[in-house]
């Protein structure tokens, strides 16, 4: 089974120009902790996490109406391709301890988001989604 099949295509992203409170409305009003942050053309550049607002930002005494998303977002993200194998997937989130993935074209340009909950519902393999549940959550430091 290949990512594309279980993904979640309808994923919204807010652009490193964005405030941080910009951020954390669009997180509150679409339930959600972690938002993708897309530059030009749609092409991912990072990811922001209600804990990175809380961590990096509130925490360090800066402004959430002016301070830009850049400021406080996370670079360097851990990607699959949606035509990669799910066990592949699965895998990257075992070795470095992240319950979801982001989603990208050959373009870089964000498709969609795969969990582990994705992984668990949808691929009805419970001994795959269980051990990389496990292992994610066995030494974890909350990197996602």
């Known amino acids: 089974m290949r990512v594309g099949e279980i993904m979640t295509r309808s994923v919204e992203c807010v652009s490193p120009e964005d405030t941080i409170k910009a ?47 850049r400021e406080a977002m996370t670079e360097g993200i851990l990607f699959c391709s949606e035509d990669q194998d799910v066990a592949q997937a699965a895998a990257m989130m075992r070795e470095q301890q992240v319950r979801r993935l982001v989603v990208l074209d050959a373009d870089r340009k964000l498709v969609g988001i795969v969990s582990l909950g994705d992984i668990a519902t949808e691929t009805a393999d419970t001994v795959e989604a269980g051990e990389t549940l496990e292992q994610v959550s066995e030494t974890s430091t909350v990197r996602d």
Do not use: F, Q, S
């Not at 339930?31 to 990096?56: E, H, N, S």
């Open 23 to 69: 951020a954390a409305r669009k997180m509150r009003d679409l339930d959600v902790g972690p938002m993708p942050v897309c530059g030009d053309a749609g092409r991912l550049v990072g990811m922001i996490t209600d804990r990175d607002i809380a961590v990096r930002a509130v925490a360090e005494g800066l402004d959430p109406n002016t301070t830009p998303v």
